[in-house]
């Protein structure tokens, strides 16, 4: 019993914890306040819609049930034209109304915001890259963005159908190879916002995760300008080597977006919250079990493996990766959402 009390316990901080990561209904922006009003009409309807048919049916089943002495078939009725009408005329308003609710929202959540800071969204089989046209930078896997400018995505894909949602900030979007779709919202409070690929796009979608950073204007200001300017530091000598000859093929440490990319962006690494596409929060150790063996915790992921590195070259790497950042800002601080 003492255990069953313990594992509920725990079972309830954890969903306590979790739940900010999936909460619709706390929105932090005006998108997701409108998704919400949505959310509630529709839930009144179907309450009230529940209510009357269980309720009608609870007492019909009760008021005609066999009762003692009564014997052969009871009365058939055939047809009532009053209340045949009166429940289709209903349902047709209720129609009607969430009709225009959802015309009203969609119109709303959907008009372009004038002064938008544009961003890349793609996806690829199993991360997100988040390019800057205006700002001529790029990052993967966390999106950056300042609080109080509103955004305009720009989403696709270069491989298979994703969908992009940021439960916390706005609704989903697919991103279609060949095709641009446009997402806008703006950003409120500065935190960490937990997003996730909404559309089953193979072994590890449920492991193409990312995570949406707003930081304060001056802080995002801070990060841009660091970033339109960066030259990767070199932390470890050796390490900046193991990369050159392992990883350059793949991977960029500029900053800026390569001719063709093939792997995440690495660098902002030391700034990062997470790795791998938010599967993980990032730590120089789960980026040196990532390395070794990305497959163990990424199934179907396009990363190979690097068993052959040795201990000693592996934590050279993981230093140099690790310095990769722009000094002075902690993401891991920010509050979550
Ligand atoms: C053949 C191309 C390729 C090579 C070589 C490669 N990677 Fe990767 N790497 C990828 C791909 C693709 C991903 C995205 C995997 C995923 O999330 O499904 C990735 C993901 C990563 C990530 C997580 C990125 C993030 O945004 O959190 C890190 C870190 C990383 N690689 C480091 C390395 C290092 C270090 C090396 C060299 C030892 C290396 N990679 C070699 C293709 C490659
Ligand atoms: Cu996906």
């Known amino acids: 019993m003492k255990r069953v009390v313990a594992a509920l316990g725990t079972l309830g901080l954890a969903l306590a914890q979790e739940a900010h990561r999936v909460a619709i209904t706390h929105p932090v922006s005006a998108f997701n306040r ?62 009607f109304v969430l009709f225009g609710l959802t ?8 008009k372009p915001i004038p002064g938008a800071m544009k961003v890349e969204v793609t996806g690829y089989q199993f991360w997100w890259d988040f390019n800057y046209p205006e700002l001529g930078f790029r990052n993967s896997n966390e999106l950056i963005l300042p609080a109080g400018v509103p955004v305009e995505l720009e989403i696709t894909s270069k491989d298979v159908i994703h969908s992009f949602w940021v439960p916390g900030l706005a609704g989903k979007r697919d991103a279609i190879p060949g095709q641009k779709t446009l997402l806008h919202f703006t950003p409120e409070k500065p935190g960490v916002y937990y997003g996730f690929c909404a559309e089953l796009c193979g072994p590890s979608h449920a492991r193409m995760l990312f995570r949406v950073i707003v930081l304060s204007q001056e802080d995002f200001e801070r990060f841009a300008q660091a970033a339109q300017a960066y030259t990767p530091p070199v932390a470890d000598a050796q390490g900046q080597q193991v990369f050159q000859q392992n990883c350059m093929a793949c991977h960029s440490v500029q900053g800026k977006m390569p001719p063709a990319v093939i792997g995440p962006e690495l660098a902002f690494m030391g700034n990062r919250t997470s790795l791998a596409a938010g599967i993980v929060d990032y730590t120089p150790g789960t980026l040196k079990a990532w390395i070794r063996d990305p497959l163990s915790m990424k199934p179907g992921s396009k990363m190979p493996g690097f068993p052959q590195l040795s201990e000693q070259e592996l934590d050279a790497l993981v230093r140099y990766l690790d310095g990769l950042k722009v000094e002075g800002l902690d993401f891991k601080a920010l509050p979550k959402f």
């Open 34 to 95: 409108e998704t919400n009003f949505l959310l509630i009409w529709v839930l009144v309807f179907s309450v009230l819609v529940f209510g009357v048919v269980a309720g009608a049916l609870a007492y019909v089943t009760w008021k005609f049930r066999a009762k003692p002495g009564r014997e052969g078939e009871p009365p058939q009725f055939h047809g009532n034209d009053r209340l045949e009408v009166v429940w289709t005329v209903i349902p047709i308003l209720i129609i």
């Open 103 to 110: 015309a009203r929202s969609l119109i709303l959540v959907n």
